[in-house]
């Protein structure tokens, strides 16, 4: 695992165990995942935020202000204010990524891609869906492509 990786791993587990001490680790880990695809979508943002020579309490306030937009929850505001200071932000979308496996793995779902030329029928996603569910034994939730 490379350093980057260990650092996301660590956090994300902080973080799922967070969520799942509080009850909130859907909501949570939905969140993280928001901010962190904002983060990794807005050059301006992590220009701003990764900034050393941007006042640390005008960085907060606009972490504040984005969280907000977004309606981050307070534990989600923490741990992005949490990774902010200690200058973790980088690695949020790897966290993220993470967050989401382990939240997939308690709740015993499984993700599968399906990709196709054009758009299928509801019907025959729903019956993959079944049937894939029934081989593995787990709930399986479909991305489609």
């Not at 993959?128 to 492509?145: F, I, M």
């Given at each position: ?88 932000l980088g690695v949020l ?29 509801e019907s025959f996603y ?20």
């Open positions: 695992m490379s350093g980057q990786a260990t650092v996301a791993e660590r956090y994300a587990r902080a973080i799922f165990a967070l969520g799942v001490e509080t009850g909130t680790l859907a909501a949570l880990a939905n969140q993280v995942r928001e901010f962190a695809g904002a983060y990794q979508s807005s050059l301006d943002l992590r220009s701003v935020l990764e900034n050393p020579l941007i006042p640390q309490e005008q960085r907060q306030k606009i972490l504040a202000d984005v969280a907000q937009r977004l309606g981050l929850g307070p534990s989600a505001l923490n741990t992005v204010r949490y990774l902010a200071q200690r200058r973790r979308p790897d966290i993220a990524k993470r967050l989401d496996s382990l939240s997939d793995e308690q709740q015993g779902v499984v993700r599968a891609t399906v990709t196709s030329a054009q758009p299928l029928a729903q019956r993959l869906s079944d049937q894939l569910a029934t081989l593995v034994g787990r709930k399986v939730v479909l991305d489609r492509r």
